[in-house]
């Protein structure tokens, strides 16, 4: 996954009648790079954009400024060739830079305006800051030109106050949702559903209950605080002991859904809940496959591209796990395209990319020969139209578009079919008997998601709102790949971040999502989840996580780097954290050391950081994989940072050698080196 925190526009574009002209701050240009930057009159400043990543700050903004009553920032443009997108940053009270917005940008060959909102920024702009400045980034062709002008801070309008009474609206009813889920989640109830077992054509179900109670079937679609108490799927009347047993059928006669991933709950007479909500717990013999549990000797791994050839240089890294990067998306389609094959399932057409598959295929199939235990990264792509409209059915419909991806539309029936399709789709033709089609084993869920704005995003949401959404994400992914794998885990994908929240809208805690991530899974039924951690050095840029500052050995550290890695088992080594009395499993499945520039120095410091991380990694148990990121340098879309272990022209590094040599006699070679490398002022 790309490092570069791209553009992320919390608040879109306004087209703007006229501003408010009163308490306006005009702000120039100050510092620049990778572009061109000329003062002309009338405040209109011409820009060219150059190589790398170009950027600008304003001059220091003036102690008049007050973020509360000049809460937006404005200004307007002129680009014929448009812009990928640019990006608003902002100094904070702490002296730290957020990002505030960022979109595509269309072309324009006329003046248009374009207006941040800083409203409702979480964290707000620095008042009186000394270095109070605003920051834009551009995302375009070099040789790009545009102009802006009448760059300013001011009141908002009339019609953007309306607009930001109705986004407190929409927040204050998120707000209320997640408070209706908690008090639901935490809810006593007389009855309990223990177990449900899904075999091939019936789905039993046992527990026990003080009365007779009326049996609701829950679809993937709804929200277990917002089911339907009226979806009777029949009765249950418990014996002397209070005990039950009842057999529902997985796929009604006449109904075209299959009921294996559906959750089940009880309900009195008037429609009051009498237990929680039980998804399915275990599986008949006559469900799924026989497949191994798959295991490596070691922990190496790698970020794998797609791959061109089966001899590819990659597997002379002696490699056993490797990510593979799924965009569920540009595999199905919920309708017809040009070279997309129909696909029925569940009564429904769908539309299949065979020539994306195929290409997955044989990624798959060559790592699976190489005896690589594979974990898919579930991705859904945020593209949209010109007008905002998303490319796909999938993106769910609160997200915006400041996000790469979204987390999947769950939030109808449409929806909610359209993700199990997809799903269905890759857990059989990935878990074969014959693998055929290779294997994937493990399914992260799905980029980074305390870091939701970018990575997966559905919106401003409360934490609880949005873990919601992506446990039944979770839920639907685990379940459907265990009808077709007896060993198929999902995996939560987390940030370097731990107890402190990241600068910025649209950010978690990652703790926090974690604790609570488990409770909601053992209030409906545990199941075997795990965690899939990116523990960067704190400083991306600096490859010396040895040296990382600020960082503490118990659960209260703000990051948890390579240096004090082991917090993160501990953490999980909990009891409330336990899947039948054992630890959850661990891959770290992104992380990396970059090195600064290419000259020597700095190719080992990149060496040192590896040899360093897997003398880390190497005593704790429940760290099944280390898959670094990246296997070639992708500066330009990276932000400028140089992670993989071959150059962008392919010429490899000194860390291509160390990594090839982790695990062998030639490891020595490198211990030296990494040693001289830390023991170094």
């Known amino acids: 996954m790309m490092r570069f925190y791209p553009p992320v526009l919390c608040f879109g574009l306004l087209l703007l009648g006229s501003a408010a002209v009163a308490a306006e701050i005009e702000l120039k240009h100050g510092p620049h790079r990778d572009l061109t930057i000329q003062a002309l009159p009338d405040a209109l400043l011409e820009i060219s954009l150059g190589e790398g990543h170009p950027h600008f700050w304003t001059a220091v903004v003036g102690k008049d400024y007050n973020p509360k009553t000049q809460s937006v920032l404005a200004l307007e443009y002129f680009a014929p060739s448009g812009l990928e997108s640019v990006v608003l940053r902002y100094r904070t009270e702490g002296g730290d830079m957020a990002v505030a917005e960022a979109r ?77 889920i908690l008090a639901n989640l935490r809810a006593e109830h007389p009855a309990v559903i223990e177990t449900v077992h899904v075999g091939k054509q019936v789905i039993t179900l046992t527990g026990h209950s003080p009365s007779t109670a009326k049996l609701i079937a829950i679809p993937p679609e709804a929200a277990s605080h917002l089911a339907d108490a009226r979806a009777v799927e029949g009765g249950i009347t418990p014996d002397a002991e209070g005990r039950f047993r009842v057999d529902v059928p997985r796929q009604p006669e006449g109904q075209p859904r299959d009921r294996a991933l559906w959750r089940w709950r009880l309900a009195d007479a008037e429609g009051r809940w009498l237990s929680a909500t039980r998804w399915p717990t275990t599986y008949g013999p006559a469900v799924g496959r026989a497949l191994p549990r798959l295991t490596a000797p070691h922990q190496k791994g790698i970020g794998v591209p797609p791959l061109s050839s089966a001899e590819h240089e990659i597997f002379d890294l002696g490699i056993r796990h490797a990510t593979v990067n799924i965009v569920v998306n540009a595999l199905l389609r919920d309708k017809p395209a040009p070279d997309w094959q129909p696909w029925e399932f569940e009564g429904r057409t769908w539309f299949r990319n065979e020539r994306a598959l195929q290409a997955h295929d044989f990624t798959l199939r060559h790592l699976a020969a190489h005896e690589v235990i594979v974990s898919a990264i579930l991705l859904i792509s945020n593209g949209r139209a010109a007008d905002g409209t998303p490319h796909s059915a999938l993106v769910h419909p609160e997200a915006e578009a400041r996000g790469i991806y979204s987390i999947p539309n769950l939030a109808g029936e449409d929806g909610a079919r359209f993700y199990r399709a997809a799903l269905h789709l890759m857990a059989e033709r990935w878990s074969r008997a014959d693998g055929a089609h290779g294997r994937v084993s493990n399914w992260i869920l799905h980029n980074e998601v305390d870091q939701a704005a970018t990575w997966t995003n559905m919106g401003a949401q409360p934490l609880a709102r949005y873990l919601e959404t992506y446990m039944r994400s979770a839920r639907l992914t685990h379940h459907t790949a265990r009808l077709f794998d007896p060993h198929a885990r999902v995996f939560l994908s987390l940030t370097h971040h731990w107890a402190k929240k990241s600068s910025g809208s649209g950010t978690y805690i990652v703790r926090e999502m974690l604790e609570l991530f488990a409770e909601m899974a053992r209030a409906e039924g545990d199941f075997e989840w795990g965690v899939a951690y990116h523990p960067y050095p704190r400083d991306l840029r600096n490859p010396d996580a040895w040296k990382d500052e600020g960082l503490s050995d118990d659960f209260d550290t703000p990051y948890i780097t390579p240096r004090n890695i082991a917090v993160l088992p501990a953490f999980l080594d909990q009891p409330r954290f336990h899947f039948q009395d054992r630890p959850r499993g661990i891959l770290l499945s992104e992380q990396g050391f970059n090195t600064p520039t290419l000259s020597e120095a700095d190719q080992r410091r990149q060496v040192a950081g590896l040899i360093y991380m ?48 982790i695990g062998t006699e030639r490891e020595t070679e490198f211990d030296k080196l990494a040693d001289e490398v ?3 002022p």
């Open 104 to 180: 595509q940008v269309a072309f324009a060959e006329t003046w248009q305006p374009l207006a941040f909102d800083l409203s409702q920024l979480e964290v707000p702009p620095a008042a009186g800051h000394p270095e109070m400045r605003f920051h834009f980034a551009f995302n375009g062709k070099p040789q790009t030109q545009l102009r802006l002008r009448n760059l300013r801070l001011r009141p908002p309008t009339a019609e953007e106050q309306r607009l930001t009474a109705d986004r407190e609206a929409i927040q204050a009813a998120r707000e209320a949702d997640a408070a209706a």
């Open 614 to 661: 897997f003398r880390q990694i190497r005593p704790l148990q429940t760290i099944e994989a280390f898959h670094l990121h990246r296997y070639h340098d992708m500066p330009e879309q990276e932000g400028g940072l140089r992670l993989g272990i071959i150059t962008e022209t392919g010429a490899h590094k000194l860390g291509w050698e160390a990594y090839k040599a």
């Open 678 to 680: 830390m023991s170094a």
